[in-house]
């Protein structure tokens, strides 16, 4: 089993900025791609941004020149970095990851336990 395990998340003034991380463990064999996702209080979950293995990056658009996404293959880590904040942007940020546990193992996904950031003056 993989387990991710997310902190940095806290109470930010707008326009400040916070980063994000998320660290694998656990039996992994290889990590491929990974993400961030975030809920809103009433809304659905939703892509933030993601990094495939070779360090592809997608964002959301309403991210898009904010929010950087990378990552540390040799720690099994992800980053997101986040720049001028807004009140939109508060929510629980998940940490995802698609990997494989064994060599013969499938490939599963798997979810860290959330960190809240809040934006607001």
């Known amino acids: 089993q993989v387990q991710l395990v997310e902190s940095g998340g806290g109470l930010v003034q707008p326009g400040g900025s916070l980063k994000l991380s998320c660290a694998a463990s656990g039996s992994i064999f290889v990590i491929y791609a990974m993400g961030w996702y975030r809920q809103a209080p009433g809304k659905q979950r939703e892509l933030v941004a993601g990094?495939?293995?070779?360090?592809?990056?997608n964002y959301a658009d309403s991210v898009k020149g904010r929010f950087t996404i990378s990552r540390d293959n040799a720690k099994n880590t992800v980053y997101l970095q986040m720049n001028s904040l807004k009140p939109e942007d508060t929510a629980v940020y998940y940490c995802?990851?698609?990997?494989?546990?064994?060599?013969?193992?499938?490939?599963?996904?798997?979810w860290g336990q959330g960190t809240q950031v809040t934006v607001s003056s």
């Open positions: 990094i495939t293995s070779g360090a592809s990056t």
């Open positions: 995802n990851a698609e990997a494989r546990s064994t060599s013969w193992g499938s490939i599963r996904f798997y």
